[in-house]
């Protein structure tokens, strides 16, 4: 991990940071969702520049077409020279380049601050989930993360009493902010 990654996680996880067991629950509950909303909203964005990528490419590959000047289309029709047809590939190029310009700068500030929410949120879960000692963290994720079922949760870690179960996770998630706090 470089330093530049290292101080952005740095300040994603400052910027998320909280200090209340009910969001730092509701977020570990939401983790999948928020990763899972994390890649919706990148896959959106990316897919607000697909035409007009599309559009390049395909001047591109009619650029790379070009054989010979005035190349017949059989039919007796207009033809345009091979400057001409270059010359309007690389316009509509040009043109597209500047719709993704264009589509970039009224939608960055948008992405990326839902990008950054969501991201920061993310950080908060997995580094809660890091301060935790393995037994600790391997509770919280069949609860909350990948459940494996309360009833099988209660088997697992015998457990006899349901209200026990949840007991513990908060105070597991207490340990969690107690120390996400002051470290």
Not at 87 to 109: C, D, H, P, W
Not at 111 to 116: F, I, L, T
Request: charged share 35%; net charge positive.
């Amino acid at each position: 991990m470089d330093m530049l990654e290292k101080e952005l996680l740095e300040r994603l996880e400052e910027s998320g940071r909280v200090h209340s067991l009910e969001l730092l629950r509701s977020d570990i509950r939401n983790y999948r969702n928020l990763k899972n909303e994390l890649a919706k909203v990148e896959k959106d964005y990316a897919m607000g520049m697909l035409p007009f990528r599309e559009k390049i490419d395909w001047a591109n590959a009619e650029l790379e077409k070009i054989k010979s000047p005035k190349y017949g289309d059989c039919l007796g029709g207009y033809v345009e020279t091979l400057d001409q047809k270059i010359g309007r590939l690389e316009k509509e190029k040009a043109k597209a380049a500047q719709e993704i310009v264009t589509y970039m700068s009224a939608n960055n500030y948008i992405y990326y601050n839902r990008k950054w929410v969501l991201m920061s949120r993310i950080s908060v879960v997995e580094n809660a989930l890091e301060s935790l000692n393995d037994k600790d963290r391997e509770f919280i994720k069949d609860l909350y993360i990948d459940p494996i079922g309360f009833k099988k949760v209660m088997k697992k870690y015998r457990i006899e009493n349901n209200g026990n179960v949840y007991r513990k996770a908060n105070n597991i998630l207490k340990k969690s902010i107690v120390m996400y706090i002051f470290f």
